[in-house]
């Protein structure tokens, strides 16, 4: 697989490239600015390494995000095959995760410790706030919980620090805002005073608000302290812990240091310039505990946008001066841009006299020269100026972009894929507005990030009728809402009349409807009264999660929004999302009831805590993103509005919290470095732009008089096209009516496009395989839409995950140590896991039966188990992604891997649950799903590797009994034709239902079955 690589790689390394590629020994800097192909040279240097035998093993990448994890991973997978998955890609809080697991007796953590979920910080936060009870922070007349989300962020922040009480109350003496600037001020009084000049009112009231800043600084640390506390008693920990245990011991133990160092001879770094001072720290000790100290760091000092996340301007020079050694190479050829473009966005970014090619330290001894040159001619070919135009007003300002994207769509130079189209604003509710004007043009958009659940219409429907349940006597209003609309209208007659009826009696809707019979539509009243009161009952019974998911498909809500094509997508995401909120919740804390869930949802709308809808993939649509969000994407239109000084330099955060260990610059080198952070932002901005980039500003915005931002003048205008439009007061009406005014949509045929997008995006695994064949159309509710409505059997799922745990860990153990664990360390670590608040049961004597259930299991299965000779154990928890079966993408994650004497490969699943005869695992038997993923993996082994796999098994742990299954080359054709076939039903949206009737009879989705698909 390795040597046809070169027939693979039509794109050859340039001689920059080449030379990062080969440079494998001591330090080495690439720094890489936009579109210059690190990703690609990245790969190509560890292809090279794995091809001059360095072991895979001994190589390990880090990088900022899970997105680029995932990429990076999967890129290597196809170009390199088997031996890329053994190379270790991780983010730093994957790395540091993975360390605390293989290392658990250096960790002093409780058994069975997990990650907390945004949920129950919310929760122990409030916890924390009733007990703290800050009174300078939170004045009495402010709502105590506004400021959760502010905290929460805050205690990360304090974290970060790895500092202690002491060390953070020391900077209330030594913070120059602090108590040296009140000693300041009380000299200046007392002179004034001596001299007889008694106008200091000014004075004493700073002094005062610097108090009260001191007063603010001790109820944070009391906040965090405490805060810290509570997930520490609930067996919690989050990403700043991970790293900082890590740190900690690294720090406090050299030789654990430098084992965990030297398991590898190579570092790569991707991303350098995004990461925090913590992130920064692993990367030293990693690198100084190592014998080689072979370092590879890939970044772009123009780049550095996230330092409100911990991100440092001088991350790059501090690396430099920690090993001045280090070899810089930069990329110069630029294969997305035109040359106007990457000329005017050096002289935006160059224009920074903080930059690394600024300082002359850097530059000379590196050599460091980052200015671009265009390399691509299909791109180069469309060079054109750059359009920078100003507008007497922002409403007219708006509407020309909407027009001239319009204008492209409509056009011959409309791209391919609409994505292709991109808005990228400062402020995110300029995403929205933007949003609403392209709709209403009948222009498909796609904000980059979620929806508040209270501003969709499904998930605000779900939330009242929920309210109601709990408590139909104070929730008149939501019933005013809900029975005028959709799927609970009744008759406006019948309506009038109710209103009537609730103001002589002082009743409220239900009572209403239940003591009156004379309606003039009495079906749908009494329908209303039917499902109200069945859901009701069934609330009082079941779990939280089930309760969401019977309201949702009986009340019809999930029917109507999935029929009605306004807003459709939106609608169907916010469904989704109540039901992960109430499933998040749910887990969040024992036997949460509906009426508690209703009260988080309150205490979230009124605390303005927003619970966003998730960001889906790109979709074939505009793209409105943020400058953040806009980082590491390319398009070939882009539109930047609204670039005035108040949006930019001007620009104020309110109430940002300035913490009392923050360095206090002065200000001119505050000027200076806020001017480098503002322009590195435009330069991201600027340089997403393949060929067409528009600049606007407006003159009047709300009435009010404005400026271009001062990052725009003094530059060489030639590569502009200048236009100025005015805008009288006689035009403005024509100008606010084009931005209310709105074309009539094909929903349809953006569901269609949504549907078709997602559709060809969807990789098979085993199971989601076996979801298709055992219902397209409940494949297509659940995998393509992505609504989740199936009840969870949480207390089986729990158990299967508590024993495939168990027997993972021991595997390992085996692995590293030669042995495995004995019984009685697998029997305590089980009783530790099925006991731990974080593995709740829905009742006591569930767990009662499963805790039984384990132990006869780790009783029958464990001896055999562990009398598998540890040599033969070959990988555990092996993953395949991105393998390719012609153009499409199959993974999935093989359980246990043993080798045989003769080299040959077993691929073994673990189940929970009574075993399954050999003859009913097979096509057309009862268990044909377990064939079909017994298959899977050997030929996705098999085509990944080289190597021959004789045996594919299950073992059902607490039968004691494995069942194995000798595939052939005939079964290996027989699952390939069946992948291939799959994707294509998937691929032209084949989504029929299933003909098992017994099935639909149980199936949550049934009623949405009759209903017509796209």
């Known amino acids: 697989m390795v040597q046809s690589l070169e027939t693979k790689i039509a794109i050859q390394p340039n001689l920059r490239q080449q030379e990062a590629i080969e440079t494998l020994k001591g330090q080495v800097m690439l720094l890489a600015g936009p579109g210059t192909g690190k990703t690609f040279t990245v790969i190509r240097r560890i292809e090279k390494m794995l091809k001059d035998g360095i072991k895979p093993q001994s190589i390990l990448c880090l990088t900022f995000s899970d997105a680029a994890a995932t990429e990076m991973r999967q890129r290597l997978i196809k170009q390199m095959g088997a031996i890329a998955t053994q190379v270790d890609i991780y983010t730093y809080h994957s790395f540091c995760n993975d360390i605390i697991r ?19 910080k919310i929760e122990l936060m409030k916890e924390t706030i009733d007990e703290v009870q800050p009174r300078v922070f939170i004045p009495p007349r402010e709502h105590k919980y506004g400021f959760v989300n502010d905290f929460i962020n805050h205690s990360q922040h304090l974290k970060s620090l790895r500092i202690t009480k002491e060390e953070y109350l020391s ?87 430098h084992e965990v160092s ?55 020079e501090n690396f430099l001066n920690k090993y001045p050694q280090t070899k810089v190479i930069c990329l110069e050829e630029n294969n997305r841009s035109t040359q106007t473009i990457l000329d005017f966005s050096y002289n935006i970014v160059n224009q920074d006299t903080l930059r690394l090619e600024n300082n002359k330290n850097f530059s000379k001894k590196y050599n460091i020269s980052k200015k671009l040159i265009a390399k691509n ?11 920078r135009i100003q507008f007497g007003d922002i409403l007219q300002e708006y509407n020309y972009i909407v027009d001239d994207i319009k204008k492209i769509i409509n056009s011959n130079e409309c791209p391919e894929e609409l994505s292709e189209i991109a808005v990228i604003c400062k402020k995110r509710a300029e995403l929205q507005t933007f949003a ?11 904000i980059d990030e979620g929806k508040d659940i209270f501003n969709i219409r499904s998930s605000t429907y779900i939330y009242f009728y929920m309210k109601a349940i709990c408590n139909h006597l104070l929730s008149k209003d939501k019933f005013y809402s809900l029975f005028l609309t959709e799927p609970f209208a ?17 009743n409220d809707f239900i009572e209403v409807f239940r003591t009156n019979n004379e309606w003039k539509c009495p079906e749908k009243i009494n329908r209303f009264l039917h ?62 009831t509906l009426e508690e869930f209703v009260q988080y949802l309150d205490d979230c709308k009124n605390d303005e805590i927003v619970i966003k809808t998730e960001k889906v993939g790109k979709q074939n649509a505009v793209q409105l993103t943020t400058y953040h969000g806009s980082k590491g994407r390319e398009f070939e239109y882009v539109y930047l509005p609204n670039l005035v000084a108040k949006n930019w330099e001007n620009f104020k955060i309110n109430n940002e919290y300035k913490y009392i260990t923050d360095v206090v610059l002065e200000k001119e080198v505050a000027e200076l470095k806020k001017d480098s952070e503002l322009r590195k932002l435009l330069f991201v901005g600027i340089t997403r732009a393949k060929y067409s980039l528009m600049l606007s500003f407006a003159d009047v915005a709300d009435g009010k008089a404005q400026e271009m931002t001062k990052y725009l003048s003094d530059l060489d205008n030639n590569c502009l096209d200048i236009k100025q439009f005015e805008c009288k007061e006689d035009e403005f009406l024509k100008e606010l009516y084009r931005s209310i005014s709105t074309e009539a949509r094909d929903n349809q045929k953006f569901f269609k496009d949504y549907i078709q997008n997602k559709a060809n995006k969807v990789e098979l695994s085993p199971s989601r395989l076996n979801d298709y064949l055992s219902c397209p159309r409940k494949f297509f509710y659940l995998k393509i839409l992505g609504i989740d409505v199936e009840e969870s059997n949480w207390d089986a799922a729990n158990f299967g995950t508590i024993i495939h745990n168990l027997l993972e860990n021991s595997a390992k153990y085996a692995m590293n140590n030669g042995e495995y664990p004995d019984m009685n360390k697998i029997k305590t670590e089980f009783e530790n896991e099925i006991l731990s608040p974080l593995n709740r049961f829905s009742k006591p004597e569930i767990r009662e039966k499963y805790e039984r259930l384990g132990n006869e299991a780790i009783d029958k299965f464990y001896p055999y188990f562990s009398a598998i000779p540890a040599s033969r154990l070959e990988a555990l928890e092996f993953e395949f992604n991105g393998l390719n079966i012609g153009e499409n993408a199959i993974n999935g994650k093989i359980d246990r891997i043993e080798v045989n004497s003769d080299g040959t490969i077993d691929l073994y699943d673990y189940k929970t649950g009574k075993a399954k005869p050999e003859k009913q695992i097979s096509i057309g038997g009862n268990n044909e799903n377990y064939f079909n993923q017994l298959c899977f993996y050997k030929y996705a082994y098999e085509k990944l590797t080289g190597k021959k796999v004789a045996n594919t098994g299950l073992i059902f742990v607490e039968d004691n009994k494995t069942v194995s299954k000798e595939l052939t080359n005939e079964d290996m054709e027989y699952i390939e034709n069946l992948i291939n076939e799959t994707y294509t039903k998937i691929k032209n949206l084949q989504f029929n239902p299933t003909n098992d009737k017994n099935s639909c009879r149980y199936c949550q989705y049934k009623d949405m079955c009759k209903l017509d698909l796209i």
């Not at 001619?377 to 359009?387: E, Q």
């Not at 609403?436 to 796609?446: V, Y």
């Not at 609330?539 to 999935?562: C, P, Q």
Request: with cysteine; hydrophobic share 30%.
């Open 102 to 120: 293989q290392y658990p007796n250096q960790f002093n953590l409780a058994s069975g410790v997990e990650l907390i979920t945004d949920t129950k």
């Open 171 to 257: 900077n209330i003496e030594t913070n120059p805002t602090l108590m040296p600037r009140i000693k300041e001020l009380e000299n200046e009084i007392y002179i004034n005073e001596s001299n007889g000049m008694m106008r200091n009112k000014g004075r004493y009231e700073k002094i005062e608000k610097i108090k009260d800043n001191i007063e603010r600084a001790k109820e944070l640390w009391e906040i965090h302290d405490k805060y810290c506390d509570k997930m520490i008693e609930h067996n919690l920990i989050d990403f700043s812990d991970m790293i900082c245990f890590v740190l900690n011991a690294f720090e406090e133990d050299e030789n654990f240091r």
């Open 262 to 316: 030297n398991r590898y001879s190579y570092f790569l770094v991707d991303e350098y310039q995004d990461t925090n001072e913590l992130q920064n720290e692993i990367i030293f000790n990693l690198t100084d505990a190592n014998k080689e100290q072979y370092i590879f760091v890939v970044g772009d000092d123009d780049q550095i946008i996230y330092t409100f996340q911990g991100a440092k301007n001088d991350n790059i």
């Open 377 to 387: 001619p299909k791109v180069t070919a469309k060079d054109r100026k750059i359009k």
């Open 436 to 446: 609403e004007l392209l709709k209403g043009k009948n222009i498909p958009c796609q």
């Open 490 to 506: 009744i008759e406006l007659e019948d309506y009038n009349k109710a209103l009537t009826l609730i103001d002589e009696t002082k």
């Open 531 to 592: 499902i109200y009161d069945g859901i009701t009952e069934y609330s009082k019974a079941n779990t939280l999660r089930n309760t969401v998911v019977e309201l949702i498909n009986r009340s019809g809500i999930l029917e109507y929004f999935y029929k009605n094509p306004q807003n459709r997508i939106e609608n169907l995401e916010g469904i989704k999302k109540i039901i992960d909120e109430a499933t998040d919740y749910e887990k969040a804390g024992e036997s949460k």
